[in-house]
C-alpha cells in the first residue's frame, strides 16, 4: 500500500510562492503518474496539475498555468508543486495522488488514481 504524505502548505500573501511536496519511503514514486488536487469549502474537487510516469509530460489546469510548477526529484522520491502569484482562490486543502505507471492523459481525473495523500492546507490572505 503506497502511502503519500504532502507537506508544504501554510498561509501565505497574494502574490506569495509556497512549494508543496509529495513524498513516500516506500515505493519508486517515479513509476507513478503524480497528480495534484485541490478541494475548497463547499467545492468539489478539482484537478490542478499532473505529471505522467511514462514520458515526463506536465499539465495544468487552465487557472495556475504559467503560475504553478510541477516537477520530480527522483533521487529524494518526491513530486514538487511551486506556487507562484498565488491568489486568494487558490485557498484549499491540496492533495496529491498516485497512478501506477500512469501516462498521465487524464490526469484531471480522480478516478485515474489508486494512492492519496492526507492533503495540506494551503491560505492565500492578506
Known amino acids: 500500500q503506497l502511502q503519500l504524505v504532502e507537506s508544504g502548505g501554510g498561509l501565505v500573501q497574494p502574490g506569495g510562492s509556497l512549494r508543496l511536496s509529495c513524498a513516500t519511503s516506500?515505493?519508486?514514486?517515479?513509476?507513478?503518474?503524480i497528480g495534484w488536487f485541490r478541494q475548497a469549502p463547499g467545492k468539489e474537487r478539482e484537478g490542478v496539475s499532473g505529471i505522467s510516469s511514462t514520458d515526463g509530460g506536465t499539465y495544468y489546469a487552465d487557472s495556475v498555468k504559467d503560475r504553478f510548477t510541477i516537477s520530480r526529484d527522483n533521487a529524494k522520491n518526491t513530486v514538487y508543486l511551486q506556487m507562484n502569484n498565488l491568489k486568494p482562490e487558490d485557498t484549499a486543502v491540496y492533495y496529491c495522488?498516485?497512478?501506477?505507471w500512469g501516462d498521465g492523459s487524464k490526469w484531471y481525473a480522480g478516478s485515474e488514481y489508486d494512492y492519496w495523500g492526507q492533503g495540506t492546507q494551503v491560505t492565500v490572505s492578506s
Open positions: 495522488a498516485a497512478d501506477l
Open positions: 516506500q515505493y519508486t514514486l517515479e513509476y507513478y503518474a
